[in-house]
C-alpha cells in the first residue's frame, strides 16, 4: 500500500457528519461574512494558544500582512526575517513596500538564529519575523529582548506551529502578533483559505478589527486605510468541529515523530528533529536531514512511499529576490539535505512509521 504525504479526504470521514452539520447551520443561519462563529473561534483559539485576543482573516498570509500593517511596517522600512520559509512570509513584507532582510538559520532547529538578527538591526529596521517552522518555534527570548530594547514589533509566523509551545507558552502569545494559517493542510485546516491574527495587546487587537474591514468603523466612515480579508462563517464553523479534536491530533504527530525518532535514531546518514528541552514541537513537518538526500527521496518513492522537500531552495536565492546577494551557508545547505517523511495521523500510524523507516534503513545498507 502507498503511503502519501496527507489524505485530507481521510481526515475528514471521522467527522464528516459534524462538519455537515456545522455547514448547515451557517446555511440555514444566512450570515456568511465575520459573524457568531467567527467570534467564538477567535475566543477559542486565542485560549487554546494563550493570547487575549483573535482576529479572523481571510489567509495566514493576510494575517502577516494585517500584523504587519498594525505594527507600522510601510514603504521604507526593513523587516528581518529567515529565507527558510515559505514565500508568503516575505511577501506579506514587500507587499507593503518594505524590504525584508534575511538573516541565517540556526543549523539544528532551522530557525531564525538569534544572534544573526541583532547583527542585522539598522536605522530602518521596524518588525522582526520569527517563523516557527515545521511545527516548533524559534529561539524567542533573546529576539524578544532585542526587540524591547531596540524598539521593534515581534510578528510571529506561526502558520506551521497552532499548539506548539516555548517555555510553556504558547506560539502567537510569544510577540506582539502571532499570525496563523488555517490552509487545509495545516495541523488545524479549514475547507478553504482562512487565517487569523492573534495578540494580548487590546490596542492592536482594535486596530486589527479596522484593518480587515478596510479600515471601516461603523457605517460608510473610513478611520485608517485598510484591506478587506474577512474570515467566512462557515470556515470559522468546520474549524470549530476540528478543533474539539486539534489536542489528539496533535498528540498522535507527537506519537508517530517519537516513534521515528526511536526507530532512526542510530543512524549516522540521518539527523532526526532536534528538539531543545524548552519547546513542545507540534510536528507539522517531520522533516529530517539526509545523507544523499535525493537519492533516498527517488527510493522511497520506488517503494511506494512519499515525502517532500520543504524547500528545495531559500528564498534569498529565488528569482524574485535576487537583488538580496548576501550568502546565507545554512540555509543554502540545509534545502540540500531536508527531507520530510510522512507524519500525519491519517496517512502513517505505528505501522506506516515502521515501514517508512525499514526502508530508510534498507536505502543505507544497499
Ligand atoms: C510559514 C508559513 N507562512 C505563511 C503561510 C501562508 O498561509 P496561507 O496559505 O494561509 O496564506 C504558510 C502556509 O501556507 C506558511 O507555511
Redesign the pocket.
Known amino acids: 500500500m502507498a503511503i502519501r504525504m496527507l489524505d485530507i479526504q481521510a481526515q475528514l470521514v471521522p467527522i464528516q457528519d459534524q462538519l455537515e452539520a456545522a455547514a448547515t447551520k451557517v446555511l440555514r443561519r444566512g450570515h456568511f461574512v465575520l459573524g457568531e462563529e467567527v467570534e467564538a473561534l477567535e475566543h477559542e483559539l486565542a485560549t487554546y494558544c494563550g493570547a487575549r485576543y483573535g482576529v479572523g482573516v481571510a ?6 500582512l494585517l500584523a504587519l500593517a498594525a505594527v507600522g511596517v510601510t514603504r521604507g522600512s526593513q523587516v528581518i526575517t529567515t529565507p527558510f ?2 514565500v ?2 516575505v511577501q ?1 513584507v514587500t507587499h507593503l513596500g518594505a524590504t525584508p532582510v534575511f538573516v541565517d538559520i540556526d543549523p539544528q532547529t532551522f530557525n531564525l538564529d538569534a544572534e544573526q538578527v541583532q547583527r542585522a538591526v539598522g536605522r530602518r529596521t521596524k518588525a522582526i519575523i520569527p ?3 515545521f511545527g516548533q518555534c524559534a529561539e524567542m527570548d533573546p529576539i524578544c529582548d532585542l526587540a524591547a530594547r531596540r524598539g521593534l514589533a515581534v510578528v510571529e ?1 506561526s ?2 506551529a497552532v499548539g506548539a509551545t516555548y517555555h510553556g507558552r504558547g506560539a502567537c502569545s510569544l510577540g506582539h502578533l502571532g ?1 496563523l ?3 487545509p ?2 495541523n488545524l485546516g479549514a475547507c478553504g ?3 487569523m491574527v492573534l495578540t494580548n495587546d487590546e490596542e492592536l487587537y482594535q486596530r486589527l478589527r479596522l484593518l480587515r474591514v478596510h479600515g471601516r468603523a461603523d457605517g460608510y466612515f473610513y478611520l485608517i486605510d485598510g484591506f478587506n480579508s474577512r474570515l467566512d462563517e462557515i470556515q470559522a464553523a468546520f474549524l470549530r468541529v476540528k478543533m474539539r479534536g486539534l489536542r489528539e491530533y496533535t498528540a498522535a504527530r507527537q506519537r508517530n515523530a517519537a516513534l521515528y525518532d526511536e526507530l532512526l535514531a542510530d543512524l549516522p546518514q540521518i539527523r532526526t528533529p532536534y528538539v531543545p528541552a524548552h519547546n513542545v514541537h507540534v510536528y ?1 513537518q517531520y522533516s529530517i536531514i539526509a545523507e544523499r538526500r535525493d537519492d533516498l527521496r527517488e527510493y522511497l518513492k520506488a517503494h511506494g512511499i512519499d515525502s517532500a522537500v520543504y524547500y528545495p531552495l531559500p528564498l534569498h536565492q529565488q528569482e524574485i529576490y535576487r537583488h538580496f546577494r548576501r550568502r546565507l551557508p545554512v540555509a543554502e545547505w540545509t534545502c540540500q539535505h531536508i527531507l520530510a517523511l510522512p507524519i500525519a495521523p491519517e496517512v502513517v500510524t505505528t505501522d506506516g512509521v515502521r515501514t517508512v523507516s525499514e526502508a530508510i534503513r534498507a536505502f543505507y545498507r544497499k
Open positions: 489567509s495566514g498570509t493576510d494575517a502577516l520559509t515559505y508568503a512570509t506579506a517563523v516557527h517552522l509566523d502558520a506551521q499570525c494559517s488555517f490552509y493542510t495545516k483559505d482562512g487565517g507539522h
